[in-house]
Every structure is written in structure tokens, then in C-alpha cells.
């Protein structure tokens, strides 16, 4: 089975208006392999206007989503409301998500449920702590996650999980290629013996964590590593080599 390479970008809660015009015009420059999908996530006040404004290739996420239709959820939207925006993709259980928000491992695979069955694909964030890692539970931590995930979720077809360590999100501390394929690995091998093998074959798994126009070829190499959530990077014009990087 081959498995598309998938090139995610977390804009975060970053970007002004004309900010977000200079991007869009970036990605509808930047030349995207056959091989790969590219989803960029803008704050959703400007998710329309990038959905509008970009390429057909380049699919909008959001960068979270509750777990209900409709109704009194101040400052929520719902997956409906995004699949009626022509959104097909959701960021759900980003660290910052977990950290600042306090969203639980039970809650991201509820909602990670929820938008799967109102149609939309969802790019699953779960990765350890630097203490977590400095005491040898990652795959403890991860496998937790995961597990709160397949809790709620039978169907993987539409799912991505991003591993993104916490450690290196936003440091400049990228994880070597051989500690994110190390990870990735052991992550596929849980999805065979707790999913199916089928859901380990066809899963992606996408490596996030200070990835940049420099280290993403080297990354990308590694046979368990199916593409990136990028944050900074996604900001800037080196996205488009971290986009080509998937076809080397
Ligand atoms: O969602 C993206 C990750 O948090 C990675 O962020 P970063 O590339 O700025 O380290």
C-alpha cells in the first residue's frame, strides 16, 4: 500500500488579513507533487477567505471543532458548520489544544469521533512531554493517546495522526529522523495490534515539531514517516520546499 505523503500547516492564531493574502499566494505558487495532499489550517476567521482564494489542490482545515450539530456552545463551531463551508478537514487534540485548553485524551477521541462522522477528515495530534520522553514513557504517553482515540473511533479510513513531541514544537529542537521514525514505527505497530492491519497500513503518520524547508527531505526519507504538521515554517515561503521535499 502506498500511502500519500500529506503536508499539513498549522498557522495557529497567527496572520493578519494581508498576512494571510501573502500566504495564499505562496501556496498557489508553490508547485505540489502528485503524490502529496497539502492542508493548510488558518484561525477561522480567515478559514473562508484562504478556502476561497487558494488552489483547488490545497485543501482548509480548521484547527479544532466541537462535538455537537448546533446550539448554545459559545465560540465553538461545529463540524456541520464546516462541512457546509466546503471544509473537508479538522486539526482535533493539538498539544497546545491539550496544555492551554485542557482537553482531556477522552474528549479529542470524542470529538475526533464526532467530526468523522459529520465527514470530515481529521489530523489527530497526540506526542509526549519533555519529562515524558527524559523518563522513557513516549510510547506509554502516545499509546495512551491513541488508545482514547480508538476508544471512540472503529473506521480509520479518514484519519491522520500527527505525532508531534512536545519538546519540539516551536524550540528548533526537531527530533532526529531515526528518534521520529523510531516513534513512528512503534505508533504503526500499535495501530496493527490494536486497530487492524489494515488501519496500520493505510494510516499516515505525519511527524510535527520545528520541521523547516532544511530538514524536512531528511525527515521525509524515513519509511514510517507519511508527511508533517508544520507550524512556524507554514508561515513562510520555505513551506513551499517542505511541500516539494515529500517528492525527493
Ligand atoms: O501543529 C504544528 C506543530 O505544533 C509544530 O509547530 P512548529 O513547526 O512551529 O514546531
Given at each position: 500500500?502506498?500511502?500519500n505523503?500529506?503536508?499539513?500547516?498549522n498557522?495557529?492564531?497567527?496572520?493578519?488579513?494581508?498576512?494571510?493574502n501573502?500566504?495564499?499566494?505562496?501556496?498557489?505558487?508553490?508547485?505540489?507533487?502528485?503524490?502529496?495532499?497539502?492542508?493548510?489550517?488558518?484561525p477561522?476567521?480567515?478559514?473562508?477567505?484562504?478556502r476561497q482564494?487558494?488552489?483547488?489542490?490545497?485543501?482548509?482545515?480548521?484547527?479544532?471543532?466541537?462535538?455537537?450539530?448546533?446550539?448554545?456552545?459559545?465560540?465553538?463551531?461545529?463540524?456541520?458548520?464546516?462541512?457546509?463551508?466546503?471544509?473537508?478537514w479538522v486539526?482535533?487534540?493539538?498539544?497546545?489544544?491539550?496544555?492551554?485548553?485542557?482537553?482531556?485524551?477522552?474528549?479529542?477521541?470524542?470529538?475526533?469521533?464526532?467530526?468523522?462522522?459529520?465527514?470530515?477528515?481529521?489530523?489527530?495530534?497526540?506526542?509526549?512531554?519533555?519529562?515524558?520522553?527524559?523518563?522513557?514513557?513516549?510510547?506509554?504517553?502516545?499509546?495512551?493517546?491513541?488508545?482514547?482515540?480508538?476508544?471512540?473511533?472503529?473506521?480509520?479510513?479518514?484519519?491522520?495522526?500527527?505525532?508531534?513531541?512536545?519538546?519540539?514544537?516551536?524550540?528548533?529542537?526537531?527530533?532526529?529522523?531515526?528518534?521520529?521514525?523510531?516513534t513512528?514505527?512503534?505508533l504503526?505497530?500499535?495501530?496493527?495490534?490494536?486497530?487492524?492491519?489494515?488501519?496500520?497500513?493505510?494510516?499516515?503518520?505525519?511527524?510535527?515539531?520545528s520541521?523547516?524547508?532544511?530538514?524536512?527531505?531528511e525527515?521525509?526519507?524515513?519509511?514510517?514517516?507519511?508527511?508533517?504538521?508544520?507550524?512556524?515554517?507554514?508561515?513562510?515561503?520555505?513551506?513551499a520546499?517542505?511541500?516539494?521535499?515529500?517528492?525527493q
Amino acid at each position: 500500500m502506498t500511502r500519500n505523503f500529506f503536508v499539513g500547516g498549522n498557522w495557529k492564531m497567527n496572520g493578519s488579513l494581508s498576512q494571510v493574502n501573502s500566504l495564499v499566494e505562496i501556496l498557489n505558487n508553490a508547485s505540489v507533487p502528485s503524490n502529496t495532499e497539502v492542508v493548510v489550517a488558518p484561525p477561522a476567521i480567515y478559514i473562508d477567505r484562504v478556502r476561497q482564494a487558494v488552489k483547488k489542490e490545497i485543501e482548509v482545515a480548521a484547527q479544532n471543532c466541537y462535538y455537537k450539530a448546533s446550539g448554545a456552545f459559545t465560540g465553538e463551531i461545529s463540524p456541520e458548520q464546516l462541512k457546509d463551508m466546503g471544509i473537508n478537514w479538522v486539526i482535533i487534540g493539538h498539544s497546545e489544544r491539550r496544555e492551554i485548553f485542557g482537553e482531556s485524551d477522552d474528549f479529542v477521541g470524542a470529538k475526533t469521533a464526532y467530526a468523522l462522522s459529520a465527514g470530515l477528515g481529521v489530523i489527530a495530534c497526540i506526542g509526549e512531554k519533555l519529562e515524558e520522553r527524559e523518563s522513557g514513557k513516549t510510547e506509554e504517553v502516545c499509546f495512551r493517546q491513541l488508545k482514547a482515540i480508538a476508544s471512540h473511533v472503529k473506521d480509520w479510513t479518514h484519519v491522520v495522526v500527527a505525532y508531534e513531541p512536545v519538546w519540539a514544537i516551536g524550540t528548533g529542537k526537531v527530533a532526529t529522523p531515526e528518534q521520529a521514525q523510531e516513534t513512528h514505527a512503534a505508533l504503526r505497530k500499535w495501530l496493527a495490534e490494536n486497530v487492524s492491519k489494515e488501519a496500520a497500513n493505510n494510516t499516515r503518520i505525519l511527524y510535527g515539531g520545528s520541521v523547516n524547508g532544511k530538514n524536512a527531505a531528511e525527515l521525509g526519507k524515513k519509511e514510517d514517516i507519511d508527511g508533517f504538521l508544520v507550524g512556524g515554517a507554514s508561515l513562510k515561503p520555505e513551506f513551499a520546499d517542505i511541500i516539494a521535499a515529500s517528492s525527493q
